[in-house]
């Protein structure tokens, strides 16, 4: 596949060189952005492949749902007795009721399976990233001695 963001040939670090703020370390800036958008493609590389997982766990689900319903139908349209067909109807109902729930189930723990990955990927990157700001800024040299001294 070939490379569709329109800033990759771009390095912003090498920009960014001659932009001098006092008191910032604008590359140790720079490298946490770098790590927030690693951060953010990773996420988004979970919640894909979250949301495949599901869009197939659906399929498989429809594809038995129209095996089953095919075999039901072929059951209850079969001779037999009346009442016998009610109670088995009953007994139908009830088991695709039950697998319905756990399917349901299944697939909303599969959802909170990946909402939690990514949830921690950004906690820790934003715990990382404080620090990173923190150690980003430099400490004036006066104000340093000022506070040694108090």
Do not use: C, H
């Amino acid at each position: 596949m070939a490379n569709t963001n329109p800033f990759a040939p771009v390095d912003f670090t090498k920009y960014m060189a001659d932009f001098k703020v006092p008191g910032f370390d604008v590359e140790k800036l720079m490298a946490a952005q770098k790590k927030n958008f690693d951060t953010l493609v990773a996420a988004n590389r979970l919640a894909a492949e979250g949301a495949q997982a599901l869009m197939q766990r659906q399929i498989q689900i429809a594809r038995e749902g129209v095996e089953e319903a095919t075999a039901v139908w072929q059951e209850l349209t079969a001779a037999g007795e009346p009442k016998d067909k009610v109670v088995r109807q009953a007994e139908l109902t009830r088991e695709g009721y039950v697998r319905t729930v756990a399917n349901v189930k299944a697939m909303g723990d599969a959802f909170a399976r990946t909402n939690a990955e990514m949830f921690e990927l950004f906690n820790t990157r934003f715990v990382e990233s404080l620090d990173e700001v923190k150690g980003a800024v430099k400490a004036p040299a006066a104000a340093t001695g000022k506070k040694a001294a108090a």
